[in-house]
């Protein structure tokens, strides 16, 4: 009886191993290959590239986020107009092996919170590829906030549910 259930255990962990790996691959497969099928698969607000930028699909909540990458890093993302720079999560940032710059204070939704200033060497959205981003890494947020000082390098439209943003 003992070598079933050792057989059983051994399957049971290699099928959840195997899970985590097949998803965090899919995951950066898709970011890193815009197909609009796997886009599609893999997340609830699929972005598809085109020529000159990208298009975000809204979410129930109207929302315009998806994922992306920071320093080959895959992250979820919202895009924020009320922001004036992009902001990340500090565990987010120590995952991308950022640095945590001089102190500030960021004046958010939600009051005044401390934060620290940081650049971002690559930031990649669909087939939008960022260097040197100036951002600001804070302890309480739960994704990344894609800011005007981005938005602004873009034109940028919404209608019908899709927030297009691409090369002048």
Avoid: C, W
């Avoid at 085109?50 to 998806?66: F, L, V």
């Avoid at 001089?102 to 990649?124: C, D, K, M, R």
């Avoid at 040197?132 to 390098?153: E, P």
Wanted: hydrophobic fraction near 45%; avoid cysteine; charge should be positive.
């Amino acid at each position: 009886m003992r070598p079933l259930v050792f057989v059983v255990f051994a399957f049971v962990l290699m099928y959840f191993v195997a899970d985590s790996l097949l998803r965090r691959q899919s995951s950066t497969y898709a970011i890193e290959h815009p197909n609009d099928v796997v886009q599609q698969m893999l997340f609830k607000n699929p972005i598809t590239s085109t020529e000159k930028g990208i298009i975000i699909s809204a979410d129930k909540q109207g929302h315009y986020s998806g994922a992306g990458m920071i320093n080959n890093q895959v992250m979820k993302f919202m895009i924020d107009t009320g922001a004036t720079r992009v902001a990340l999560p500090s565990e987010l940032a120590k995952r991308a092996g950022l640095k945590f710059g001089p102190a500030v204070i960021s004046h958010t939704a939600a009051g005044n919170v401390s934060a620290y200033q940081t650049t971002i060497p690559t930031l990649t959205i669909g087939s939008i590829n960022l260097y040197n981003t100036r951002a600001v890494i804070l302890d309480k947020l739960d994704q990344v906030l894609i800011g005007m000082s981005v938005l602004k390098k873009f034109r940028v439209t919404q209608f019908d549910g899709k927030m297009v943003i691409e090369s002048p």
